[in-house]
């Protein structure tokens, strides 16, 4: 009965490389979601991808982030260019549906990205 | 203004104690209502999920929304070592919205 599973667990990259972030839902699970952790801050919405649909984005920065959720395969947040101030935990849920209580959202354990 | 305010603490509790932890927020139009417990350096685990105004209890746990005054209460009795983490709230409005919105959260130390 595994759970959302997230890799890698933890990532280094130097400033102007490109950070990729892999999210498998829950078995049963068709929806993911993207939020970021920053030090002493709280957990902030990115994005809310259904399978080959980005369904809420508005979390998201403008430039330099990207993600996708394929038919196949799992969840990829992705970064590019990537500069110190996207030092953070990223953290992927999924969920079975969007409404109602269907709609708990369960976390992974996150992707620690440090940029040096 | 933040959407949701908790105070960050840290509360520091005797073992057994009843403990308290509250978020007020100011979006009349949040409906669902979380609490997740978030240990250091994991990810965060849900603990209760309540929709609207209500009590919900789940053991030890007891969630509480007053949609009224717009503030969201969990109450831990019979408190533990293992309790010791961070609290987060959290809330959504209804409809096909992903988006969950936290509270900072408040770290809980509770002592033997």
């Known amino acids: 009965n595994a759970g959302v599973m997230q890799n890698p667990r933890h990532l280094v990259r130097r400033r102007g490389q490109e950070a990729r972030l892999r999210c498998s839902p829950m078995?049963?699970?068709?929806?993911v979601y993207w939020y970021r952790q920053l030090p002493e801050e709280g957990l902030k919405f990115m994005v809310y991808?259904?399978?080959?649909?980005?369904?809420?984005e508005s979390g998201m920065p403008k430039e330099r982030f990207s993600a996708e959720f394929p038919k196949e395969g799992p969840s990829i947040l992705r970064i590019q260019q990537v500069v110190r101030g996207d030092s953070a935990a990223y953290f992927c849920?999924?969920?079975?549906?969007?409404?109602?209580?269907?709609?708990?959202?369960?976390f992974g354990p996150g992707t620690r990205l440090t940029v040096t | 203004q933040k959407e949701v305010e908790q105070d960050p603490g840290p509360l520091s509790v005797p073992e057994g104690a009843i403990v308290s932890l509250n978020c007020t927020y100011s979006?009349?139009?949040?409906?669902?209502f979380m609490w997740y417990r978030q240990y250091s350096r994991k990810g965060p685990e849900l603990l209760m999920y309540?929709?609207?105004?209500g009590n919900k209890e789940d053991g030890r746990f007891t969630a509480q929304v007053d949609k009224s005054s717009k503030y969201i209460s969990l109450f831990i009795r019979d408190s533990q070592p293992s309790d010791s983490a961070t609290y987060l709230c959290?809330?959504?409005?209804?409809?096909?919205?992903?988006?969950?919105?936290f509270g900072q959260g408040t770290t809980l130390q509770v002592k033997p």
């Open positions: 849920a999924s969920s079975p549906a969007s409404g109602g209580l269907a709609y708990e959202q369960y």
């Open positions: 078995k049963g699970h068709s929806h």
């Open positions: 991808l259904q399978k080959e649909n980005i369904i809420d």
């Open positions: 979006n009349s139009a949040f409906q669902y």
């Open positions: 309540t929709y609207s105004s």
């Open positions: 959290a809330m959504r409005a209804s409809g096909n919205t992903g988006k969950l919105i």
